[in-house]
């Protein structure tokens, strides 16, 4: 069974920075790519920012400039550096991991964490 558990969430004031990581644990077969979702209150949940197998990263026009994303592939890792962070960042944020196993496609997703932005 795979599990992602997400880490570092908490409260943070406009303008602060805050660093989210994510460990998956289990039997990975192939992992296509990692990355970060997110639902603010009343909303649907957005990608973040992903990171493919061979390095390509995407991130969402709102965070463009001020979020970061990296990963550790041997230790099924992902992490997502926030700074300049603003009141619409607030939501929970979710680990989600692509990976190929011998039925297919997998999602895997974290519980998510919370992360709020308010003066």
């Known amino acids: 069974q795979v599990r992602l558990v997400e880490s570092g969430g908490g409260l943070v004031q406009p303008g602060g920075s805050l660093s989210l990581s994510c460990v998956a644990t289990?039997?990975?077969?192939?992992?296509?790519?990692m990355g970060w979702y997110r639902q603010a209150p009343g909303g649907e949940r957005e990608s973040v920012a992903r990171?493919?197998?061979?390095?390509?990263?995407i991130y969402s026009s709102p965070v463009k400039g001020r979020f970061a994303i990296s990963k550790d592939s041997a230790k099924n890792a992902v992490s997502l550096q926030m700074n300049s962070l603003k009141t619409e960042d607030t939501g929970v944020y979710f680990c989600n991991v692509q990976d190929v196993g011998p039925s297919g496609l997998n999602n895997y997703w974290g519980l998510g964490t919370q992360v709020t932005v308010s003066s």
């Open positions: 289990g039997r990975l077969r192939s992992t296509i790519s």
């Open positions: 990171i493919r197998s061979d390095g390509l990263v």
